[in-house]
């Protein structure tokens, strides 16, 4: 059982952080809330209470007994404050401690990271991105807020991502704390990264189609683990319904055509490259203007032809020689080929720079938020490597620098 202290600054926002503290009660965590006295103008002390189940304070003078300033930082795994307000961040940039959460965040020997949420022109001021930075150099995670609807008629960047992309990046930072480290350094920064996700549909009239059973979840990661590290993002999202993570721009398709193309257009001026998504590998030869009826008590015969091979065909059009090609690999494997013997193969053949394997089939990757992965690339295999995928994620983008590094 990991010990989270889930911090709360006075934003509107801070309902948001209800639903974030259920969520990681869920996942079995102990979770001690620490609003501000501010927080507490939007959400009640009793609601606090009566969803953490433990007392809550704000200031250093409740329970003095106990040094709650100094113990509840040195006993936790993880700080994390959603919202956190330009006041917040300003506070703790300049090592403030003038209440509970503060000084909290001054003797916390975990991983601290923080979520903020403010108006736009709060958020771009000088002075907050100055404070941002601060945090940053010192070690501290501070996610970009997301870019949408914020309190009156006002909308753009500032809105607190929602509370399942916050449990996510919670999660993984549980898992590895080195990725607040990552996310600190920000060494995606000024690189173009392309993903795609999800699975395609290859109709056979208006309303029947052949796909497969790829929910998106492993590009989603991805996508999120990258912005998290600096990265500007693209996300080619075939036949997924999740919201966009925060500062990641979706580009929606449904067949394997459509993803052709869309990863032709967006792979030719990016720097990194994933092939996350599962395209069909065949498709009718003709579709149907309309629903195709039963025939008596006959069946159904298809004509079915090869689709493109996405993945090969960016391999083929790569003009820059710095850009690396990341593949996906989910496979069955036999008495006669093992997952690697299998892996190896398709490394051959697509001729990406890596290939990250995995073993499918009940209950195993498809739709799941862990996975046990390989990375293979011509130097050999590393792993397996098991967890969630937002941890698998932070791996793929270790493994992908390491690759430029050698350009």
């Keep these: ?5 889930l911090g709360v600054a006075g934003g509107i926002a801070a309902y948001k952080a209800c639903e974030l503290l259920r969520r990681l009660q869920a ?3 102990d979770v001690t809330v620490i609003p501000t006295a501010a927080a507490l103008e939007f959400v009640g002390l009793g609601t606090w209470a009566a969803l953490s189940g433990k007392p809550v304070h704000t200031s250093v003078f409740d329970d003095v007994h106990q040094v709650p300033h100094v113990r509840l930082g040195q006993q936790a795994d993880l700080v994390f404050v959603a919202p956190a307000t330009a006041d917040l961040l300003a506070r703790a940039a300049t090592g403030r401690a003038d209440d509970l959460l503060t000084s909290t965040l001054l003797t916390a020997h975990c991983p601290v990271v ?22 940053r150099s010192r070690g501290c995670l501070v996610i970009d807020p997301d870019n949408g609807r914020l309190t009156g008629p006002d909308s753009g960047p500032g ?54 059973r790829s929910s998106g979840l492993m590009g989603w990661a991805l996508a999120r683990a990258a912005t998290l590290r600096g990265a500007q993002v693209d996300l080619v999202a075939a036949n997924v319904t999740l919201p966009a ?51 008596g008590d006959g069946g159904l015969r298809l004509d079915l032809v090869q689709t493109t091979d ?29 997952l690697l013997d299998l892996g190896r193969a398709k490394l051959a053949r697509k001729g990406c720079d890596v290939l990250v394997l995995n073993e499918v089939g009940e209950h195993k990757a498809f739709g799941r938020p862990d996975n046990e992965i390989v990375l293979l690339t011509g130097a050999g295999a590393d792993g397996p490597w098991a967890g969630s995928k937002d941890y ?15 350009r």
């Design 1 to 5: 059982m990991s010990r989270v202290v």
């Design 27 to 29: 996942e079995g965590h």
């Design 114 to 135: 923080f979520a903020p949420a403010m108006h736009t022109e709060m958020w771009l001021h000088p002075a907050t991105q100055a404070n941002v930075a601060t945090l």
């Design 159 to 212: 809105r607190l991502p929602d509370p399942a992309e916050l449990e996510a990046v919670a999660e993984a930072v549980l898992i590895d704390p080195s990725i607040v480290g990552r996310g600190a350094e920000r060494d995606l920064a000024g690189l173009r990264v392309v993903v795609s996700a999800g699975g395609t549909r290859e109709h056979l009239d208006p309303v029947r189609f052949l796909g497969n």
């Design 245 to 295: 993570p925060p500062g990641v721009t979706v580009h929606r398709v449904v067949s394997t055509a459509d993803l052709a193309a869309a990863m032709t257009e967006q792979a030719a001026a990016a720097d990194l490259v994933v092939m996350a998504a599962a395209p069909a590998d065949f498709t009718p030869s003709a579709r149907s203007d309309t629903k195709i009826k039963k025939d």
């Design 310 to 338: 996405v993945l090969a065909s960016l391999v083929r059009a790569r003009t820059d020689p710095a850009q690396v090609l990341i593949g996906f690999a989910a496979e069955t494997p036999t008495a006669d080929s093992s």
């Design 392 to 406: 698998l994620a932070h791996l793929i983008w270790d493994c992908a620098l390491g690759q430029r590094s050698r």
